[in-house]
């Protein structure tokens, strides 16, 4: 009959993977349940706009609607009979960067952050370091993310970036369906609105400036960086790692 607070953390890869069986030993999340529940928290594990079980398509990676999803997602959250109104946001990389902007969104049920090896800004420490480019690596993790959610043609693309047949490839788990006898036919919609996802790839090339805004790709809009004021206006306690050296992250 306690209430406890919540940690969150929302992705774009995956809130749980197909289990083998119904048996929750089975879960992909087990462990991280188990760690959390016996530190006293619940865990809220969603799949962004788009991706994995949720409907919806993507406009944007990070974009003001999605971060914006998360919003309404805590507020849900606070709002269960087993919540105590507080939550944590956390997350690792593509997450860490949702659990600042996240923080940005003044939400009053958000107590803490905890953003793990995460860009402040992407444009300068992921797509454009030192002002060089790296389209080519981000076309193989648009694939791959594109795979995860289930867009026709991008194992295909995959295969013609990696040069490996696609029997070759080490393609990604299916994603877990919602609970209930119309979670298959629910996901099969879902990927359904998921083929109109943007590719950001096709993008980078033509907006190589951090003040570049298309309908898709907007620097500004999606950088902790750009959102320093609203963040720390909250007063949001944050624990921040840094240093994956695949990365301009540690100088972030």
Request: with cysteine; charged share 20%.
């Amino acid at each position: 009959g306690e209430r406890v607070g919540a940690a969150f953390r929302a992705t774009r890869y995956h809130r749980a993977g197909q289990s083998p069986s119904p048996e929750p030993e089975a879960d992909s999340n087990r462990a991280a349940g188990e760690l959390w529940t016996r530190a006293g928290f619940a865990l809220v594990v969603a799949d962004a706009r788009g991706t994995g079980a949720s409907f919806g398509s993507r406009t944007m990676e990070l974009g003001p609607r999605e971060i914006g999803d998360y919003g309404e997602l805590i507020d849900w959250v606070a709002a269960q009979p087993w919540s105590n109104g507080r939550v944590g946001v956390y997350g690792t990389s593509y997450e860490g960067q949702a659990a600042e902007l996240v923080a940005s969104l003044g939400n009053p049920h958000v107590v803490a952050v905890a953003a793990l090896f995460s860009p402040v800004d992407p444009y300068r420490e992921l797509f454009y370091p030192g002002g060089c480019a790296t389209g080519g690596r981000f076309a193989r993790w648009m694939c791959e993310s594109q795979i995860k959610d289930g867009v026709a043609g991008a194992v295909e693309r995959l295969s013609e970036l990696t040069g490996l047949s696609t029997q070759e490839l080490a393609l990604p788990a299916s994603v877990k369906p919602v609970d209930g006898p119309d979670g298959p036919a629910l996901l099969e919609a879902a990927i359904g609105e998921h083929q109109a996802n943007v590719d950001m790839h096709q993008l980078l090339g033509v907006a190589p400036f951090s003040d570049d805004r298309l309908p898709g790709l907007d620097w500004q809009a999606t950088t902790p960086a750009a959102a320093r004021q609203a963040i720390e206006a909250t007063g949001v306690p944050m624990l921040v790692r840094a240093g994956w050296l695949d990365a301009a992250f540690a100088a972030g």
